[in-house]
DNA sequence: ACAGAAGGGCTTTTT
DNA sequence: GCCCTTCTGT
């Protein structure tokens, strides 16, 4: 092996054939071709469960073993970092450590990677920070405010969402003031917050997540020469979800996969390897793309035999996953997006248990329902962790957590709030920005009072005009905090808490950020402050942070060289989807967008009606019933064994109770694939042909059904049991030392009476099995469930 | 400067 | 129903 020339450029790799067959085991012919077909660009159009990862990790495995690539010249992008890892992992499998030097990672990951080597060519420097959704509306709020836009009617939300859709297309703030209307004040306003945005983001040296992409592309486009060096480097492209990539993102690609330019790469470089464009291999089925809200264009996948005028498309069509029935009703039901290209998926598993369907009489009720059938499929042998609940929002976990918390059921929510979310854990980060990229001034201002040092708004101000007036940073003003005039206590406050900052920042590039952060933690008072505090919920507050501090010795052990900045960007860059962990036992929560990419034996598919799934808010949206169309099917066909489709009929929101409908959606799928536990009255007089409501009854007894004859439904089917006589509260209850056994007879607000017929665990985890006279068998975490011994 | 109370607005999905 | 902003009194 010749010597590396170039840092990022490894030598053209010998090509001397050799592809092992075994890569090739267990594969239709379909997929074979996929693994095997060598040519600029190649276009898999991958049907749900058609095991497009093994495709993929065989056909990176094979370019590696053939030696027609080092692993250094393969770029693989993935949706998210958790699916990054898992193909990291699978290809390591195949091939052993050469998976190390592939370049397996985000769309976001890999810009951050290209742009810490490259922020100083274009005016930023490697320690940028990286704002988050959050970061960039606190920022757009303040130039708001400061420019009174809040008059003219602009929110946050607006100006951010417009923003974010700009970037998406790569418009920048000159590029869109062109095409403005000048005539229009709202326009010119909006303009001016553009372009305040993105001055104030250059000045605090840092991106938005959109950024990430799109000054990627600036930076390729503005410097051919660094563009060709990656051009060189990266020989194979594969993406995978490339329906889900926006025009940033397609953008980039095609930047990559540009011809090298001989004249723009390093004197060493000229003559050396191959100036081809790079291979592209995309993977995609335009039936899953459901991120269009976010700027995801269809039309790259759609168009790509149009864009890449050579290349070769191959359909996988066969469903390794899910039953024939669970395929029947996913096909029916994209069937009724009519701008498709037609595609079945199939299989040859079998047509398995028909799906299940129920409805609640309220979101409570139902999630009774899926506790219910939770518990019975574990009786059948499905583990916890091989299950999943599904929602379009994630106000809608409130009720099945309350639920699942009192039938002491295992769980864990994906995404939702987050810990790094809590004001505690982005104080804590905020102290870590600010010494790693001391320019930033959203950070020093979060931790400037906090805790209290008596620096309040007025005190800030002065501050950050002294620097506008100086030009220097804010917190080059807080060094000057003397020469303000400010009251003594503020001033020492302030130089104190500079003097700190300025200590641990010497130390940034080399300790650990463990070390960084205790020692702020420490110089701060923050700890401190939040254990004094008389405030009960501070107790819980300090011990997230020292969770905090925890997770950096973690970050620390996995990577023994990892810098402060390397931490920040990982933190920076999870997602819900990421901590996902297989090996906890526990039953998987998580809404409809999280749920892409991942399969479970058995679904709950929860609040399918109307206004929720389709979503009220898509309703004005071009495309969207389609694409909530898409999001249904995507959630179908997660499913291997067992699918369970559930709505209520009255669901709280806002915090009242609102008359919910069922989904159009449910109408399209054949009758003959559910199995309904409680039908929807709505769907039997709407679509005549599923069967009649059971039991069908005027009883008068739940207050659900008045509900509906006020607004003029046809009367719910009325289920004996589980009729909520008190609503569920989010109050934590606690029934102290209650002890039960075997044999006790209880009473519960909402089953009635019953007989305890086993009790398990210990201490706050202990649950009681208990046979109900009318409700059927339940488990119950004692503590809480709300019970009391006969 | 700050604590606590009262009032308004809002929630689709996320890298 | 909750969170965030604003107002009031110290």
Known sequence: MSTVLHPLIPDEPPRDGGFNDALLDGLNPRQREAVEYRGSALLIIAGAGSGKTSVLTRRIAGLLQSREAWPSQILAITFTNKAAAEMRERVGALVGQQAEGMWISTFHSACVRILRREAENFGFTKSFTIYDSADSRALIKR??????????????????????????????????????????????????????????????????????????????????????????????????EYQDTNHAQYALIRELTKPVKQGDLPLDLQGKGSLEPASLTVVGDSDQSIYAFRGADIRNIVEFERDFPRSKTILLEQNYRSTQNILDAANAVISNNFDRKDKKLFTTIGAGEKITGFTGYSGHDEAQFVADEITKLRDEGIAYKDIAVFYRTNAQTRALEEIFIRSALPYRVLGGTKFYERAEIKDAMAYLITVANPADPLALRRIMNTPKRGIGPATETALQSWADDHDVSLREAMRHADELGLGPKVTGAILGLTAALDEVQLTVDTAKPSDILAELLKKSGYVEALRASRDPQDEARAENVEELLAVTKEFSKNNPEGTLLDFLTEVSLVAAADDLDDTSGTVSLMTLHTAKGLEYEAVFLTGVEEDLLPHRMSANEPGGPAEERRLFYVGITRARQRLYLSLAMTRAQFGDVNVAMPSRYLQEIPADLIDWKQSPGMANSRGGTQPRALNARRDGSSWGTSLREAAGLPPAPVREKTVWASEVTGKVRDNGDLTLAAGDRIRHTDFGEGRVMEVTGEGAKRVAAVQFDTAGRKRLLIKIAPIEKL
């Open 143 to 240: 130039i708001i405010k400061e420019l009174d836009a809040d008059t003219f009617g602009f929110t946050v939300s607006q100006a951010s969402g417009k923003i974010s859709k700009l970037k998406n297309e790569l418009m920048d703030v000159e590029s869109y003031a062109r095409g403005a209307n000048f005539n229009d004040p709202n326009e010119v306003m909006f303009l001016e917050i553009f372009r305040r945005y993105t001055q104030e983001l250059a000045r605090a040296n840092a991106f938005d997540f959109d950024d990430l992409i799109g000054q990627t592309v600036y930076l390729f486009r503005a410097f051919p020469q660094v563009a060709a060096l990656y051009q060189r480097r990266f020989r194979h492209l594969l993406v995978d």
